[in-house]
């Protein structure tokens, strides 16, 4: 597997549109905060790291609506490994106005985007979700 993280976003999507109640990732750091970032957005239920022995994965709660519908309409991974989406901190400013988020990988961690735009920052798009 060449990219974890586009991994990861499709069992979080398929999940959700199968309405299951958890999925399992593999770990990274990168993907801890990615679900931690989606977590405080209100886009997941919560996670918790599971360790077996030398081996780590996340578990992930999936939130639905009070129509059992998920809280998550669209989740799109925008840079790729053959082909990275770099912006500056004007370009990440909003987007859906308002009503989605961006996650960039920037020098000061992995943010969304409208605390990337506060500290003045830009970075590498890693995606998208409304």
Not at 107 to 120: I, M
Request: net charge positive; with cysteine; glycine share 8%.
């Amino acid at each position: 597997m060449t990219d974890i993280i586009a991994d990861s976003l499709t069992r979080v999507r398929n999940a959700a549109q199968r309405r299951l109640d958890t999925t399992t990732l593999l770990h990274s750091k990168t993907i801890e905060a990615i679900i931690s970032i989606l977590v405080d957005k209100n886009y997941l239920e919560s996670f918790s790291v599971k360790e077996d022995g030398n081996k780590k994965t996340i578990v992930v709660v999936i939130k639905y609506d009070d129509n059992g519908y998920s809280v998550i309409n669209e989740v799109k991974k925008i840079s790729k490994p053959g082909r990275r989406v770099h912006k500056g901190r004007d370009d990440i400013r909003s987007f859906k106005n308002g009503y989605g988020t961006l996650i960039v990988s920037t020098s000061q961690g992995v943010l969304p985007n409208d605390e990337a735009f506060k500290r003045g920052i830009g970075g590498e798009v890693i995606c998208s979700i409304w």
